[in-house]
T-cell receptor
Framework: GENVEQHPSTLSVQEGDSAVIKCTYS??????FPWYKQELGKRPQLIID?????GEKKDQRIAVTLNKTAKHFSLHITETQPEDSAVYFC???????????FGPGTRLSVLP | GAVVSQHPSWVICKSGTSVKIECRSL??????MFWYRQFPKQSLMLMAT?????????EQGVEKDKFLINHASLTLSTLTVTSAHPEDSSFYIC????????????FGSGTRLTVV
């Protein structure tokens, strides 16, 4: 089955700096890769996603890149703000969403 | 669109009792819903896939007789934790997908279960 790894497990950055979180997956059949942000005690919120026919996607301060050959994808947050502090989960899924696996999460702290 | 409601948001129960958690898709029909369990500072672990009108599919290591799932309609799935024990205390969260194809999953607000 699919296995998703995520690094780093914790990340602290100064406000205004960039943050990068990396994930790898094992199943070459996976072709949908969402990123979720979860604040303490709250539900995960989808922040950006990418499909395997795209190498990069950007939405304001957030971008995701995908290297399907190497089976890894990354989340990039620029100009970080304190409200970006949360746990971020990557995930990988097959086309039908029948094999949806989350990474272990990255706790991001943005220091003022 | 794509709102998923889950309740209760928190519940405290005594050991040996059962607790039912509801997950509703409010503005769309969800033929498939997913139940996750999340321990503190850990990732979401899929427990089971709930299919409308049929039996749920459980992940390895999840006791189907302990975690009863019913998906009686296209907008409602329930998870019942039977004979709860303190080790069942956790954050349970459901998710649903709006339609077939490559859409992001929408999560419910989660239920924090504490068994005393």
């Amino acid at each position: 089955g699919e296995n998703v790894e995520q690094h780093p497990s914790t990340l602290s950055v100064q406000e205004g700096d960039s943050a990068v979180i990396k994930c790898t997956y094992s199943d070459s059949a996976s072709n949908y890769f969402p990123w979720y942000k979860q604040e303490l005690g709250k539900r995960p919120q989808l922040i950006i996603d990418i499909r395997s026919n795209v190498g990069e996607k950007k939405d304001q301060r957030i971008a995701v890149t995908l290297n399907k050959t190497a089976k890894h994808f990354s989340l990039h947050i620029t100009e970080t703000q304190p409200e970006d502090s949360a746990v971020y989960f990557c995930a990988a899924s097959d086309p039908l969403g029948q094999n949806f696996v989350f990474g272990p999460g990255t706790r991001l702290s943005v220091l003022p | 669109g794509a709102v998923v409601s889950q309740h209760p948001s928190w519940v405290i129960c005594k050991s040996g009792t059962s607790v039912k958690i509801e997950c509703r898709s409010l503005d769309f029909q969800a033929t498939t819903m997913f139940w996750y369990r999340q321990f503190p500072k850990q990732s979401l672990m899929l427990m089971a896939t709930s299919n409308e009108g049929s039996k749920a599919t459980y992940e390895q290591g999840v006791e189907k007789d302990k975690f009863l799932i019913n998906h009686a309609s296209l907008t409602l799935s329930t998870l019942t934790v039977t004979s709860a024990h303190p080790e069942d205390s956790s954050f349970y969260i459901c998710s649903a997908r709006k339609a077939q194809g490559l859409y992001g999953y929408t999560f419910g607000s989660g239920t924090r279960l504490t068994v005393v």
